[in-house]
């Protein structure tokens, strides 16, 4: 069977599922990608999960390949290094890269969605439907029931291929689950996020193209660059003192002591409108093995491998996935998909759990270690 014979479904329209559309489409191969939500591009901004991202190497690849880097980068503001704010309000840079100037980007999660989605749109052998969700899966005969909730409908269709981008709570995983011998690794840990903003009027209080970081021990916040001069600041704690923080009073003494700085760059009232009508969002990490079902099915991105946002890796890694997918299929992709499945399992498994591991143990790097002796630091880590 020749590529454009073979159909593919790609459950998720995210940042994973719109890019692995657009490396199958270049392949030939028939896509249909079903989104649970609206198409963003014509819905108003949601709040939520990230609203920046870091890109770095992995994902530029993957982009690089498809020929959407350029696009992407125009869009995105670069981050040369951290700059560290202590409590007494001095602050220390530290480069990314002092020798060959590499740094990474702060990217709009919704700009590089657009481009994507409207990438993988462009292609003839790619159907992209929004508001349809999968609710169930056959993986033996590769049927996917679908609700489209403009119709009203169900719909049931199938493919050669399933794969499943459909984030943390993956239904394809779901389904593989139910399968003899997959194994599933899942943890919350007991810090959560918000979320919080500098406008572009206030952006100029923070030194540009570097990614700021408030470490305090015990949490920590960040401030990611906005290609429109604002910046986003997300604030990383337990989910027990977010709690606690309950009240203007409470919010202004913790700021007080913990980011003074931080005060006049959100705006007092933007903090209590912000930090007060918010609830901080959780953090699940999983590892599974394996990633495939057959020759029928696959899951990517954090359907795959969900982890805590601390080393920036999450979507890159995802983006990584369709370029290890890629290379697959261009060695063994003529055969069925069986070995190419079977493959990806076998490349992605100890590199996928090991950035779980990292992107863990550099939430303690960030929020604490950065700010201590080497000698200091070597201790900790030995010790954790
Ligand atoms: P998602 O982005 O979750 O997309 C899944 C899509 O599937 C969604 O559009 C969803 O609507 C759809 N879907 C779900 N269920 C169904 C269904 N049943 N039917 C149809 N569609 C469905 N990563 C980085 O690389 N750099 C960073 O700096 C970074 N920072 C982060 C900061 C925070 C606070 C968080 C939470 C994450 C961060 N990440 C970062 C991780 C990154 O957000 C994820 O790894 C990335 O979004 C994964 O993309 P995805 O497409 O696999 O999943």
Redesign the pocket.
């Known amino acids: 069977m020749s590529n454009d014979t073979k159909s593919v479904i790609i459950?998720?329209?995210?940042?994973?599922?719109s890019l692995c559309a657009c490396f199958l489409a270049k392949r030939g191969y028939q896509i249909q990608v079903?989104?649970?939500?609206e198409d963003l591009r014509k819905a108003k901004h949601q709040r939520g999960?990230?609203i920046n991202?870091?890109l770095s190497h992995r994902?530029r690849f993957a982009l690089r390949s498809v020929g959407l880097e350029e696009k992407v980068l125009e869009n995105a503001v670069p981050m040369e290094g951290r700059l560290l704010h202590s409590i007494s309000n001095a602050t220390k840079s530290i480069a990314y890269d002092k020798h060959t100037n590499q740094c990474i980007y702060s990217v709009s999660r919704n700009i590089l969605n657009e481009i994507l989605l409207t990438a993988a749109e462009k292609y003839p052998n790619v159907k992209l439907f929004f508001q349809?969700?999968?609710k169930d899966v056959f993986l033996k005969e590769g049927k996917c029931v679908i609700y489209d909730s403009k119709t009203k409908e169900i719909l049931n269709i199938e493919a050669d291929l399933i794969i499943g981008?459909?984030?943390?709570?993956?239904?394809v995983r779901r389904c593989l689950q139910q399968t003899p011998l997959f194994h599933l690794n899942q943890s919350y840990i007991e810090h959560g996020?918000l979320e919080l903003s500098v406008p572009s009027e206030r952006g100029h209080l923070l030194v540009p193209n570097l990614l700021h970081i408030w470490p305090r021990g015990e949490f920590m916040m960040i401030a990611l660059p906005n290609s429109d001069g604002s910046w986003t600041v997300?604030l990383f704690m337990s989910l027990e003192k977010f709690k606690e923080i309950d009240s203007k009073k409470k919010l202004k003494i913790f700021f007080e002591q913990h980011f003074p700085d931080a005060i006049d760059i959100i705006g007092k009232e933007a903090l209590e409108r912000e930090f007060l009508s918010s609830s901080p969002?959780y953090f699940i990490s999983l590892k599974c093995n394996p990633y495939h079902f057959q020759d029928r099915a696959l899951i990517i991105?954090?359907?795959a491998h969900a982890m805590v946002?601390f080393y920036?890796?999450?979507?890159?890694c995802?983006f990584e996935d369709c370029t290890v997918l890629d290379q697959l299929l261009e060695v063994h992709g003529k055969c069925s998909f069986d070995i190419v499945l079977e493959k990806f399992t076998q490349r992605r498994r100890e590199d996928v759990h090991a950035i779980c591991d990292l992107a863990m143990y550099n939430y303690i790097e960030m929020r604490d270690l950065v700010t201590r002796p080497t000698f200091h630091a070597r201790k900790i880590i030995d010790d954790f």
């Open positions: 459950i998720g329209g995210g940042l994973v599922g079903y989104e649970a939500r999960k990230s991202l870091a994902g349809c969700k999968l981008a459909d984030g943390a709570f993956s239904r996020y997300t969002n991105g954090d359907a946002p920036g890796q999450g979507m890159n995802g």
